[in-house]
């Protein structure tokens, strides 16, 4: 079955778009949330989330479009990133549902804005680093492998760091010697210290 991400170009706002328990355990979309307004004018039909999915960091909503496509948007606390999947029928015609009414990209688009990525100031390739996190594919690609490899190559500790957190989101092995190269870096460095995590966790 065919699936899409898009990652949304504003990052989250915890304030305004995210519920959160008394403790903190678990927290859900806003029900006043944009895209959850955008959802009912669309006249798509919420569903309950499936029972496994039970992340108290990242809230979510599920809905199905008259065409038969399944829309979930999902605000992912960690990062600070919202996303929408979508799967099913018509996801094409749904992408441009929400393309037409929402700043946001696609795989494509994160990987040809990170094709320049020297080009990009600091927080920009920050932030296009965690979009590439939540829309890169299940199954290994070259060019994302390229991308992380040259995100640790960068002289900015900030970038170094982003780019774990696409290995840590993706758990390819083929990543696996960017995570080398970090820990190869002076021992303190706070990306050294993820990559010693990561390597942990992909064996």
């Not at 190559?153 to 010697?177: C, F, H, N, T």
């Not at 990306?191 to 390597?199: E, I, K, M, Q, Y």
Request: aromatic share 8%; proline share 6%.
């Amino acid at each position: 079955m065919p699936t899409r991400r898009l990652a949304f170009a504003a990052p989250l706002d915890e304030d305004s778009e995210v519920e959160w328990d008394a403790d903190g355990g678990w927290c859900r979309v806003a029900p006043k949330h944009p895209f959850v307004v955008f959802a009912v004018e669309q006249g798509w039909k919420p569903l309950q989330l499936p029972e496994w999915y039970d992340d108290g960091d990242r809230a979510a909503c599920d809905w199905q479009t008259p065409d038969k496509a399944f829309v979930r948007l999902t605000l992912d606390t960690i990062i600070a990133v919202s996303h929408v999947e979508l799967w099913g029928d018509s996801i094409e015609r749904t992408e441009a549902v929400i393309r037409a009414g929402w700043e946001c990209k696609a795989y494509g688009d994160v990987l040809s804005a990170l094709g320049h990525l020297d080009a990009l100031g600091a927080a920009q390739a920050k932030q296009e680093l965690r979009r590439l996190a939540v829309t890169g594919p299940r199954d290994p690609d070259t060019r994302t492998v390229e991308v992380v490899e040259a995100a640790v190559r960068d002289p900015g500790p900030k970038i170094r760091s982003e780019a774990m957190k696409v290995v840590l989101y993706l758990k390819w092995q083929e990543l696996r010697p960017s995570v080398e190269h970090a820990l190869s870096l002076d021992p303190d460095d706070v990306t050294a210290s993820n990559a010693l995590f990561l390597l942990d966790l992909m064996r």
